[in-house]
């Protein structure tokens, strides 16, 4: 089974610049998150979609982030305009089932992002 | 209120030895899951193991099993027999109302390095 496909792997931009990272998960998961890791610290949700709706988007800072998650399958993050605070890795992960329990989410290797 | 705590930010182990990482957590919900995940230096989080609120049982795979003790509110991920390739983050993690689609919360992280 393929697993959780992220690019790019790395970025490097100017602040106020635009970024754009794209996530395919694993074929049939419903569920499809986007995680925040800056360095030092634990990840932090900042959208998650079931299909192609949204289901928490709380912590997803609207003013300069957006995702879309279009066919419900994969799905875009972008940052417009970037400021030195997002430097981050930008973790995709997917899974099975929303509502149980035990569901675990596979991540992708990640997008590391850094604004100069 | 910090919902995970994980208070060692860094431990070491001899190899072939058995370490426990600490994680206790924080919630009214009486149904949540407690997660443990590795993350080596690719970036990659990598599912370790699975313990239900409501499971009797301390959760085991393999070489990992979870320390529960519900009272106390901890999960305790123990690891025997160190190997050199269990050099890397541990992230413990929960949800909380896992049957209406609450979010995967994670800790800050213990950075875990075994010694030859």
């Known amino acids: 089974e393929a697993g959780v496909a992220q690019s790019p792997r790395y970025k490097i931009i100017e602040k106020r610049q635009s970024v754009a990272f794209w996530c395919n998960p694993i074929?049939?998961?419903?569920?499809l998150y986007w995680y925040q890791q800056i360095l030092g610290q634990g990840p932090k949700l900042l959208i998650q979609f079931q299909n192609n709706g949204v289901v928490d988007d709380s912590q997803l800072p609207k003013d300069r982030f957006s995702a879309e998650r279009l066919k419900g399958v994969d799905s875009t993050l972008k940052i417009q305009p970037a400021k030195l605070e997002d430097s981050a890795v930008y973790l995709c992960?997917?899974?099975?089932?929303?509502?149980?329990?035990?569901?675990?989410?596979?991540f992708g290797a990640g997008s590391r992002l850094t604004v100069l | 209120a910090q919902k995970i705590t994980q208070t060692q930010p860094g431990m070491f182990v001899q190899e072939k030895e058995a370490v426990t990482l600490d994680c206790t957590y924080d919630?009214?919900?009486?149904?949540?899951?407690l997660f443990w995940y590795k993350q080596p230096s690719s970036g990659e989080m990598i599912f370790l193991i699975y313990?239900?609120?409501?499971?009797?049982q301390n959760a085991t795979e393999g070489r990992y099993s979870l320390n529960f003790q519900k009272a106390r509110k901890s999960a305790n991920l123990v690891i025997s027999a160190s190997q050199l390739g269990d050099s890397a983050m541990y992230f413990c993690a929960m949800r909380e109302a896992w049957n209406q689609g609450g979010k995967l919360i994670f800790g800050q992280g213990t950075e875990l390095s075994v010694k030859p």
């Open positions: 992960a997917s899974s099975l089932r929303q509502t149980s329990g035990a569901n675990v989410l596979t």
């Open positions: 074929s049939g998961h419903a569920t």
């Open positions: 313990q239900g609120s409501y499971d009797e």
């Open positions: 919630t009214s919900d009486q149904s949540y899951g």
